[in-house]
């Protein structure tokens, strides 16, 4: 992975089957964490700007809080229709920290 930034502290990440709300640069991600894996992606839904790091984790995806719109954590594929996705980034756990690809970095 290049241009790799942290975003966070491993203490700070989700516990299994949560999502959580990190900024890093006033960027808002949802950070989730499913079957061990830690999944980031932007924290913003599609449909009507719903926080998807308040949403709930369910059979691999992220529902979002507001209007339950479905993504799946590890392509950001909308559940409902072949048109709508959300910004999965590759991420991995390092020394203590979450490193996210983020290549506008």
């Not at 006033?26 to 998807?52: K, S, T, Y």
């Not at 709508?84 to 970095?105: D, I, M, Q, T």
């Amino acid at each position: 992975m290049s241009n790799l930034v942290r975003i966070c502290s491993e203490t700070q990440l989700p516990e299994e089957g949560q999502a959580c709300e990190v900024v890093y640069r006033e960027r808002q991600f949802c950070v989730a964490r499913n079957g061990g894996e830690i999944a980031v992606m932007d924290n913003v839904c599609p449909h009507q700007e719903g926080p998807l790091g308040q949403g709930l984790v369910e059979n691999g995806c992220i529902v979002c809080p507001w209007h339950a719109w479905t993504f799946d954590l590890k392509t950001g594929q909308a559940q409902h229709t072949d048109q709508v996705r959300v910004k999965v980034y590759p991420s991995k756990v390092e020394n203590g920290a979450l490193l996210v690809e983020l290549p506008e970095f």
